[in-house]
C-alpha cells in the first residue's frame, strides 16, 4: 500500500483553526471508518489524538476533531495553541493491514 | 499504567541479524494484538507488522515479508521483532503498539523505541 496523503506542512495563529487533510483510496481511507490520528512531538512516541475517524479518547482537547468524505479524511484544531505545534500523522485500517500517511507540521505562529 | 519498552536495538551491518523486544506491563498482554511501526529519521511513520492476541496469525508489509518475524510469550508478557537480512533502508526508530482491542483498529499505546540503525 502507498503512504496516504497529507500536505508537508499547515500553520496558523493561537485561537486559529487548521485542518489537515489525509487522501487515501476505497481501498483504505474509503473503504473503511477506521481513520486515525497522531500527534508526534520531537523525539517523542507518536500519541493517539482521533480514532474510528471522530472519536476522540479521554484526555484529548476537545478543540481537536476528525472528520471523513470519501477517500479523505481531516483532522480539525480549533483554538489553535502553542503545546499543538507538532507533527500529525493519519493512519488508516486496509484489509489486514495499515498505512500511515505522509505526516504533516503543524507550526504554531 | 500501560507500559511498553523496546529493547535490543543497536548498529548493526547490512545483511546482519538483530532481535529487538518489547516488555508490557499493566494491562493484560495475552488479550491484546500488538504490532511494530517504524519511523526512519526524518521520515513518516510505517506500519510493518502485526500478532494477533494468541498470537496464531502474523500480518507484515511486503517490504519485510521474508525477513522479519514477528512473535510474543505470552507467559512473559513479551513482544518480539527477528529482523534478518538487513539493508540500509531498514534504518529506523521501531516502536511496538498496542492495537486497542479485538474490534478497533487504531493504536492506543506506543513504546518509547529503539534505534535500529543499519551500516557498514
Known amino acids: 500500500q502507498s503512504a496516504l496523503t497529507q500536505p508537508h506542512s499547515v500553520s496558523g495563529s493561537p485561537g486559529q483553526s487548521v485542518t489537515v487533510s489525509c487522501t487515501g483510496t476505497g481501498s483504505d481511507v474509503g473503504g473503511y471508518n477506521y481513520v486515525s490520528w497522531y500527534q508526534q512531538h520531537p523525539g517523542k512516541a507518536p500519541k493517539l489524538m482521533i480514532y474510528d475517524v471522530t472519536e476522540r479518547p479521554s484526555g484529548v482537547p476537545d478543540r481537536f476533531s476528525g472528520s471523513k468524505s470519501g477517500n479523505t479524511a481531516s483532522l480539525t484544531i480549533s483554538g489553535l495553541q502553542a503545546e499543538d505545534e507538532a507533527d500529525y500523522y493519519c493512519c488508516s485500517y486496509g484489509d489486514t493491514s495499515y498505512v500511515f500517511g505522509t505526516g504533516t507540521k503543524v507550526t504554531v505562529l | 499504567e500501560v507500559q511498553l519498552l523496546e529493547s535490543g536495538g543497536g548498529l548493526v551491518q547490512p545483511g546482519g541479524s538483530l532481535r529487538l523486544s518489547c516488555a508490557a506491563s499493566g494491562f493484560g498482554f495475552s488479550s491484546y494484538a500488538m504490532n511494530w511501526v517504524r519511523q526512519a529519521p526524518g521520515k513518516g511513520l510505517e506500519w510493518i507488522s502485526l500478532i494477533s492476541a494468541s498470537g496464531g496469525t502474523t500480518y507484515y508489509i511486503d517490504s519485510v515479508k521474508g525477513r522479519f518475524t514477528i512473535s510474543r510469550d505470552n507467559s512473559k508478557n513479551t513482544l518480539y521483532l527477528q529482523m534478518n537480512s538487513l539493508r540500509a533502508d531498514d534504518t529506523a526508530v521501531y516502536y511496538c503498539?498496542?492495537?486497542?482491542?479485538?474490534?478497533?483498529?487504531?493504536?492506543?499505546?506506543w513504546g518509547q523505541g529503539t534505534l535500529v540503525p543499519v551500516s557498514s
Open positions: 503498539a498496542r492495537k486497542s482491542g479485538s474490534f478497533f483498529y487504531y493504536f492506543d499505546y
